[in-house]
């Protein structure tokens, strides 16, 4: 399943683009698979896992942090490109299952970026 959708995002011009840098794979390397899985878990949390966001659309930086780069890359970035590309409803609270298969996505993302 996750395997299909990177697929499918890998044919997107505007997906594809996004790689991540020396930068970003010297800190994964640095603080390892864990940390940045505990950060993209706090991230999905905070700026995505809610019922309305105020800012959809806006709230994921396109930088300076190797889960934001995955994000943006595998179209976890907001609720819309959740609802677009992994068809999970906007406007509720998203569930533990839905938080973990994000986490699950954008962790193999980053997985193959750095292998």
Not at 95 to 114: A, F, G, L
Request: hydrophobic residues 35%; positive net charge.
């Amino acid at each position: 399943m996750i395997d299909d959708i990177l697929t499918k995002l890998q044919k997107s011009k505007f997906r594809s683009s996004f790689k991540l840098s020396i930068k970003d794979k010297e800190y994964i390397n640095k603080v390892g698979l864990d940390t940045i899985t505990k950060h993209a878990y706090d991230f999905i949390n905070k700026r995505i896992a809610l019922k309305y966001i105020k800012n959809d659309g806006k709230q994921t930086p396109f930088k300076n942090h190797p889960v934001f780069v995955a994000q943006h890359a595998t179209a976890t970035c907001c609720r819309e490109c959740l609802y677009k590309w992994h068809h999970i409803a906007k406007n509720k609270e998203l569930s533990k299952n839905e938080i973990d298969y994000i986490v699950k996505v954008i962790m193999t993302w980053i997985k193959r970026q750095i292998n």
